[in-house]
Every structure is written in structure tokens, then in C-alpha cells.
């Protein structure tokens, strides 16, 4: 299949490749010449602007960092709604079911289709090709994307309305954004008592408390202070925000969910938007007094 694919970072670079290496002939595009470079070496065709990825193929693809982003990319002045070929866009980032929502009918207005498609299951998951795909748009559309989708990962149809699949996303990155702190919470309070937090881990991953930061995050990037798992704090945030908004939209309150999203204000305030979110235990840590990791394992 003919694909274009806009945004190329962390999670569009390895997604990208992917598609590639199964036979796809990419057409990209990335503000960064860099990141474009990176896949003409693999293969791919440069294009010099959404609009142009749009003139030469009939699906694109993207992988972009905020709300902003994925509405200038798709309808902004060199947007993807200019193009002459494009038929469907495919939006890979998370943006919010209300921002899908606006896309979506923009987008209409040209007969372009709108396909939400987040991802979850991060660099290792967009490598491997084992990412959960949550897929929202009409279900012809979804039959002729799906063999592409599968090379990146798991797929599931959410359903047809718009925005559905940013729900589901939103729900998912909700209890990860959870995990994250409320882990750190546990470990944090254990070492405070003089508990061995890479016991504490081995324990969780044995017993009920077992979660995606005790399994995945705190052995690779907390417990060795390494802070690198790959996402960025801002972009947590952003879901998380995100998630708040979509409750209250709903006219939900979620005692939980707002308690996880004051934590993880501080955490952007005092760790900035460009560190790893794993890096969310360190304010939680300067309270308590304690550092978690190899000091204290010894
Ligand atoms: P990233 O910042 O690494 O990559 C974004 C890319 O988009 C960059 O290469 C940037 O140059 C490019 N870009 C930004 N604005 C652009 C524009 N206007 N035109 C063209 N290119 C533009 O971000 P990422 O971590 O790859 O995340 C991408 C999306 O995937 C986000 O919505 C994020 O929430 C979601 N996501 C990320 C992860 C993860 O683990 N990193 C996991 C699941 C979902």
C-alpha cells in the first residue's frame, strides 16, 4: 500500500520503519530533516510538507506531539486537506476526542475521512510491533487500513463515532498515568520504613501488586535512575488533561483521576515538560526525604 506518514519521532520513526520493512511504500514528512533523512535511508520518499505527502498518496499517517500539531498538520495552510490524493487521514497521536471531533468535520467538508488511531505500549511497543492500535471511523475504512495497522501492533475497532478511540485512549493512559505515581507513592513510603525498593519491585511482580510501572518502568528506568523510558512528562500531562477534560465533559467528576492529575501538575512544574515521565517519582521523593534506587538496594 502507498502510505504517508507525518511526524516521526519516538513512536512515528520505529512505526514508520515498520511498515517499510513489511513491503509499504512511505512517502514522509517531519519538521525535522533529520528525522526524514533517517527513513530515506530505509527506503522512503521525502515529501516537503503535509500538503505534498497528501497530493501523492490516498492514506496518511501521522504521529504528532500535541492537539495543536495534529490540527495544523491536517488542516492547516500546507495541511493535509489541500492534498489532491489523499482519501483518509489517520491519526496515530493522542489528541482528545473533541479535537478528533473537529478534525473530523473539517476534514468531511472535503471528503477526506478521519480515522482515530492512538496507540499505547510505547518505544518498545512501536519497535516490536506489538502496540494496542484503538481504532474509531467508519468500518469500510477500517477493513482496507487493518493490514497496515496490524504490522504495528494489536488492533481493535472501537467503533464508528468519531473520537471513540480517544476515549479509550484517554481511559487506558488514565490508570497508566496512575501507575506511575501511585507506584512511586509505595515504593517511596516503603523506603522511608528502610524497606530494599528493588525487593519491593520483585514483590509487587509476584504478588497483587503488580502493575505497568512496577512490570516495565520502575526495573528499566527507576530503580537504575536512568529516567530514559521514552515519553515525555508534558505528553503525560497532556493525556491526563486530556482525560479530565473528557470526564467533565461528560459531567463526571473522577476522585481519583483529579488527585493523579494534581500529582502530575507538580510533577511537570517541578521536573519540566521535556523529562521521561518515569522521572515522576523524584518530587515525590524530595517530600519524603528519601532516594529511591541502587543507594538504597546497595
Ligand atoms: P515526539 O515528540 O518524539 O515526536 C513527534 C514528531 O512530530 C517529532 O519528530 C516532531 O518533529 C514532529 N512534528 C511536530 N510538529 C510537526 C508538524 N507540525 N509537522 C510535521 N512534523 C511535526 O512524540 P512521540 O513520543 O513520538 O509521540 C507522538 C504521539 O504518540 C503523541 O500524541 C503521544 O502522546 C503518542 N504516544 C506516545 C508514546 C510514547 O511512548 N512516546 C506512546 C503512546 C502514544
Not at 100 to 117: E, F, P, Y
Request: one cysteine or more; hydrophobic letters at 50%.
Amino acid at each position: 500500500m502507498d502510505i504517508g506518514f507525518i511526524g516521526l519521532g519516538k513512536m512515528g520513526l520505529p512505526m514508520a520503519s515498520r511498515l517499510i520493512a513489511a513491503g509499504h511504500r512511505l512517502v514522509v514528512f517531519d519538521q525535522r530533516r533529520e528525522a526524514v533523512d533517517a527513513l530515506v535511508t530505509r527506503g522512503a520518499q521525502a515529501a516537503t510538507s503535509p500538503k505534498d505527502v497528501a497530493d501523492r498518496v490516498e492514506n496518511v499517517f501521522a504521529s504528532l506531539p500535541s492537539l495543536q500539531a495534529s490540527l495544523e498538520v491536517a488542516t492547516g495552510d500546507h495541511g493535509v486537506i489541500h492534498g489532491a490524493r489523499v482519501k483518509r487521514f489517520i491519526d496515530l497521536s493522542t489528541i482528545g476526542s473533541q479535537m478528533a471531533v473537529r478534525i473530523h468535520g473539517l476534514l468531511a467538508k472535503r471528503n477526506i475521512v478521519a480515522i482515530d488511531s492512538p496507540v499505547s505500549g510505547g518505544i518498545a511497543g512501536a519497535e516490536k510491533g506489538t502496540l494496542a492500535v484503538m481504532v474509531s471511523g467508519p468500518r469500510a475504512d477500517f477493513d482496507l487500513l487493518k493490514p497496515a495497522l496490524d504490522v504495528i501492533g494489536k488492533v481493535f475497532f472501537i467503533g464508528e463515532q468519531p473520537g471513540a478511540a480517544q476515549t479509550m485512549k484517554l481511559a487506558n493512559n488514565y490508570l497508566s498515568a496512575t501507575a506511575i505515581v501511585a507506584t512511586s507513592e509505595a515504593v517511596v513510603m516503603g523506603v522511608k520504613a528502610g524497606l530494599d525498593p528493588a525487593v519491593m519491585i520483585d514483590v509487587f511482580n509476584a504478588g497483587s501488586g503488580l502493575n505497568t510501572a512496577s512490570r516495565d518502568k520502575f526495573p528499566k528506568s527507576v530503580l537504575p535512575r536512568t529516567f530514559d523510558f521514552g515519553f515525555a512528562t508534558g505528553l503525560m500531562v497532556k493525556d491526563v488533561r486530556l482525560c479530565l477534560d473528557e470526564a467533565r465533559s461528560l459531567g463526571l467528576s473522577l476522585e481519583i483521576a483529579e488527585a493523579v492529575g494534581k500529582l502530575w501538575e507538580t510533577v511537570i512544574a517541578e521536573m519540566g515538560a521535556e523529562s521521561d515521565f518515569t522521572a515522576a517519582i523524584q518530587p515525590i521523593e524530595q517530600r519524603a526525604g528519601v532516594v529511591v534506587g541502587k543507594t538504597n538496594a546497595g
